[in-house]
Nanobody
Framework: QVQLVESGGGLVQPGGSLALSCVAS????????MAWYRQAPGKEREWVGT???????AYKDSVKGRFTASRDNAKKTLYLQMRNLKPEDTGDYYCNARPMTSGAEYWGQGTQVTVSS
C-alpha cells in the first residue's frame, strides 16, 4: 500500500520560513517523479514545484527563488524549504508521487500552512 505522509506545516509570520517533509512508503522513490501542490481556501489545487527522478527541479513562477524542493531517496523523503513566505502562500500543501514504472499517481493527506501576522 502506498502512503505519502506530509509534515512540517504551521503558522508563520510573513517573511518567515517553514520546511515541509513528505515520507513515502510502498513505492520506489528513486523511480518516481515527485511534486508539491497546494490548495488555498476556496481555490483549486495548484502545482508548486517538481523534483524529477533524475533530480531536475521546476517551480511555479510565484515561488521561484523562495521555495526549494529536494529529495533524499535513501530516506524516501521529499522536502520543500519555503522562505520569505507571503500570505498568498497560505493553503494545504500536498505531496504527489508519479512512479515511472506505472501510470499511477499518489497523494498525501496534506499539511496546512498559514502565513499571517
Amino acid at each position: 500500500q502506498v502512503q505519502l505522509v506530509e509534515s512540517g506545516g504551521g503558522l508563520v509570520q510573513p517573511g518567515g520560513s517553514l520546511a515541509l517533509s513528505c515520507v513515502a512508503s510502498g513505492i520506489e522513490l528513486k523511480l518516481s517523479d515527485m511534486a508539491w501542490y497546494r490548495q488555498a481556501p476556496g481555490k483549486e489545487r495548484e502545482w508548486v514545484g517538481t523534483v524529477t527522478a533524475g533530480g531536475n527541479t521546476a517551480y511555479k513562477d510565484s515561488v521561484k527563488g523562495r521555495f526549494t524542493a529536494s529529495r533524499d531517496n535513501a530516506k524516501k523523503t521529499l522536502y520543500l524549504q519555503m522562505r520569505n513566505l507571503k500570505p498568498e502562500d497560505t493553503g494545504d500543501y500536498y505531496c504527489n508521487a508519479r512512479p515511472m514504472t506505472s501510470g499511477a499517481e499518489y497523494w498525501g493527506q496534506g499539511t496546512q500552512v498559514t502565513v499571517s501576522s
